[in-house]
């Protein structure tokens, strides 16, 4: 069954594996702002014991294959995973696009998935940078239907005016914009994070209100094991800034610390 | 009536509502420097009361959706308003193209929907950054056909040799040159304006001589409230400056305030 | 006959009018290092009285129109002339491509309307920038046939090994690279300049070889002014280096000076 | 027989010599870190007289020729040799694609290459580079099969957890990655260099390994020589630091040096 193409000239899906889901939910975690959505996502198939369904590549992704810690490679790209239980789909990858066309294009891929196994409703998951350390962090939210709204803050998804002030950009967005379009249901929940460091406290955050929305318990302990291990590093690096007498800005190199 | 597409792969024009002009004038206020001819083509919008009947989404916009004050969000687009009284078509939006052949494609749609509904001219709206803040901003002037030239200059817009200096770049000029390979007539009102701000002062600048061209009396309380509100923040920053003895150079933490 | 297109959704060519030659030899000035090839073949223009006989309007070139003094608008594009007194086409224009398909893109075009003309031969023009101001600048060659290099020893043009070392980048380069498959013979001539400044002087050392090798007797006046008035800027500008005991580095903002 | 295309208006193959291999194995060595790959590539070219059967002109690459001693030029290209005795084929080439998209499109060219020759097994090379310099560079694996880690540990390459951590960019990886799924068995072996100079050392490393892989004896005098001439020029570099009290930053100047 798992067919394969000859040649990634353009977005190109592989069905690995069938499944059959009833009208089931989508959540998307791809890396973005203190990757809070990948952590949230990946630590969901984890957890739930998804199985991988599809493999998305494309030229739009880096040029570039990732190396296991057996020696074998594999080529950088997305992926669904089924949770048959919960009736989820689970996006998450290794990359986004690298172009503006290429986010248009991946994401009318990922929805014409939504459409095939006729999800009801899509939740991205994303972080919302504010430039300085929170201890914490709220959820905010946004969705592609005033409907939506009100229905997430009975969960505590908060929404504030001019909140995201510079909207929200890649796949998390844009599945609910182009969602929209097509009539699918979308809401985007950002925990709030530095932007400076990968975030397993606000993917926590984002979590404990996803399980609520969801109905389904998801056991935290190891994304908690990442937090208090980033609560080191983070403690470690404030000293270091206090020795030096000069604030955190090396943005690049710490983004991804974790 | 509203038809809407299934997938936004490539430029994509959405007609929601259908409306009659007689040979109506088009005028476009993309953003841009200083953003002066959007602030006067929405402030049209506005106090016109003209009404939507085009939405525009292209893959060369950014991969964004902006969150609107009520939690819900909207695809980044273009869009073209109606004032069926004066005979006007409004041509609005958040981006412009990010590439440079997303801008040849994007103003060749422009141009379809001005042939479509006849239109007999377009003025475009911009700013024109001299570099430095300027009490009374003058209004130049760019055209494709040297018979508009003189009946522009009876209106008040200054046509200088070697201004602008580096051309006209984006919608704003391309329309007036691709205009003129099909034939369109086509203006670009430019305010000067300093560059490093929003400016309504401009605008206003920009849109009396608009009016004044188009023979129509438009209500400016608001943008001159929106020029008086500016006028303290500038006055705030020449302070700070003369505190820091420092010019303001911080071009890209400026521009957009207001 | 000017058959003019409806939308330049890609590379356009317009015919604007008509011309026999006989196996014409086409020059290349297109801009680029120093502006040296640009000056040589405008100069040639307008000194031969040269006809304009087809406009190249590209999504490749940037997005922009430039304003005459008379305030109307020109939409970028490259140009052809034809000399019929000297068999001679002159491809000129405001940019090259701003991408590298599009350089590839065009160059075939520039090709196909050599191939249409029959011409024998090509003659690309530029600079080749060495850093420094220079007194007496030599002409470099490359060519794309081996018995080229002997031929053009003759006139002066020096052939050194390792120069220039970075290869030649551009339409120059590319019609010998592109031209070579298609068996179209083609010469590079590039005058050394700083790589600072606009380099009439530079551009004079180029057509001095080039009318030998054409046999075509051209009026350098026009240039030899333009020349002396560049020496003036250049003497000032290092006056002001020495008042300020800094090397000339501001490389962007002297380039096109003059 | 060597066919000529018209233009290049995509990436375009043109077999210049046709050879009989049986099952033969490609070796590839683009540019890349420390030029390692291409050191290596470039030599075995040398050393085995191999014979140029394949030329690949493409618009993703630079829009650029380079100059040879004797002043004629050649379009920027890659190029597949045979070695008919060894049964190889050698992939070198001057520059690697200049956008993402296009390393797709190529390395999926270099895959039909291979599939149209049979070739059971690709070699692709390249340079790990590790931020200092260093006296006994290892070779690092990868490979896109288990069963190749075990194969190729056995000639001393070395698989190391987390090495290299940011995975393997451009061809040399994408060609694991692709070939993978067409079923092509492919390995890199990567040199380890300092990342700032080309660094026939690290070519030698790799070459010693590959020569055991490949059961071929190569002459590696030449690559000793540039080694050892390379090495003073890192001595006369160490020096000229310790002169100047200041490390070794300058990167982009020094990486191409020698």
């Keep these: 069954m798992p067919e394969r193409p000859n040649r990634i000239k353009e977005t190109t899906v592989i069905q690995v594996k069938d499944v059959r889901l009833e009208r089931p939910i989508m959540v998307e975690g791809l890396p973005g702002v203190g990757h809070v959505g990948k952590l949230v996502a990946e630590h969901m198939v984890e957890e739930l014991n998804a199985e991988k369904i599809i493999e ?31 009736n989820l789909l689970l996006l998450i990858g290794d990359y986004q696009s690298v172009t503006s066309e290429g986010h248009y294009e991946l994401t009318e891929v990922y929805l014409d998935i939504v459409e095939r196994y006729g999800a009801k409703r899509i939740y991205t998951l994303g972080g919302y940078g504010i430039g300085q350390l929170i201890d914490k962090p709220r959820v905010l939210g946004a969705a592609n239907k005033p409907e939506l709204v009100d229905e997430m803050k009975k969960y505590g998804v908060e929404f504030k005016e001019k909140e995201p002030g510079g909207g929200i950009i890649g796949a998390s967005g844009l599945i609910l914009g182009l969602g929209k379009l097509r009539g699918i249901e979308a809401v985007c929940l950002m925990g709030e994070t530095s932007g400076y460091l990968v975030d397993p406290k606000s993917a926590q955050a984002v979590l404990r209100v ?26 470690k690096l404030r000293e270091m800034e206090k020795a030096h007498a000069k604030p955190i800005t090396a943005e690049e190199d710490l983004r991804y610390i974790g």
Aim: no cysteine; charged share 30%; proline share 5%.
């Design 210 to 235: 996803l399980s609520k929305i969801l109905g389904i318990d998801i056991d935290m302990s190891a994304l908690e094991k990442r937090a208090k291990d980033m609560e080191k590093i983070v403690a």
């Design 56 to 86: 998305i590549y494309s030229p739009h992704f880096p040029p570039q294959v990732l190396v296991a810690d057996d020696g074998t490679v594999k080529l950088v790209r997305n992926e669904v995973y089924a949770d048959q239980k919960h």
